[in-house]
């Protein structure tokens, strides 16, 4: 069964501590994203990933961190530093970076930070 | 990157045919334009992708005109099940480095 999964669906966060989202896929994919969305916005890309080893910051990277050890795994960290976590974060993957190819979503993960 | 404008919100009712136009002004040379589709609570997903003209896919119909300086997407005979946001992007083709911009959408609520 090909796809990308989040985990958890739902994560609750004290203020002021890290918190590392997951997000992996069997799809053979080079690019991975990662993008926040809050209520009733668009989507907002914090980072993305064009191979393994290597990342670029998207339009709002501050206070996010994420690695690509795996070309399959693309972990986001939101880290003290991000003033306002609490969002819906989404996850894609495409099979190359570039616009004009589809980007496939998983479930997302609904971070709550109090 | 390229800016899109399209309704934050229309309504529509079973069985009629939707059409959902956005506006790209400043389109490039090599920019696509792509649509998908969100639910809440899940990730958006793609509906139907293209350059120039008309596409056509089981699910929707992408018409775009020669300036490419807008474009419409149809979905055909809608059903409940197709309330939904749908968000209208513009970006780079293949190697390019710029990335796609989801805007706020369009919440299209289909009533019976």
């Known amino acids: 069964d090909g796809g990308i999964t989040q985990s958890p669906k739902y994560l609750f966060r004290k203020e002021g501590q890290n918190v590392t989202l997951s997000c992996e896929q069997n799809?053979?994919?080079?690019?991975m994203y990662w993008y926040r969305q809050d209520p009733g916005q668009g989507l907002r890309l914090i980072y993305y990933?064009?191979?393994?080893?290597?990342?670029q910051k998207g339009d709002i990277a501050e206070g996010y961190s994420v690695s690509r050890e795996k070309k399959e795994s693309f972990p986001l960290t939101v880290t003290s530093a991000q003033k306002n976590p609490t969002a819906f974060y989404l996850c894609?993957?495409?099979?190359?970076?570039?616009?004009?190819?589809?980007?496939?979503f998983g479930p997302g993960t609904r971070l709550t930070v109090t | 990157l390229a800016k899109t404008t399209q309704p934050i919100s229309m309504d529509s009712y079973e069985g009629q045919e939707v059409n959902i136009t956005c506006s790209h002004n400043?389109?490039?040379?090599?920019?696509?334009i792509t649509w998908y589709q969100q639910f809440p609570s899940q990730g958006p997903r793609f509906i139907i992708q293209g350059y120039k003209t008309k596409v056509t896919n089981e699910v929707a119909s992408l018409f775009i005109p020669a300036d490419r300086k807008s474009s419409t997407l149809s979905l055909p005979r809608v059903s409940l099940s197709d309330t939904a946001v749908y968000y209208c992007l513009v970006g780079g083709g293949p190697g390019s480095a710029r990335q796609l911009t989801f805007g706020s959408g369009t919440q299209l609520t289909v009533l019976p």
């Open positions: 400043n389109i490039a040379t090599n920019d696509y």
């Open positions: 990933s064009q191979i393994v080893n290597d990342f």
């Open positions: 799809l053979n994919h080079d690019a």
């Open positions: 894609a993957s495409s099979p190359r970076q570039g616009a004009s190819l589809e980007q496939y």
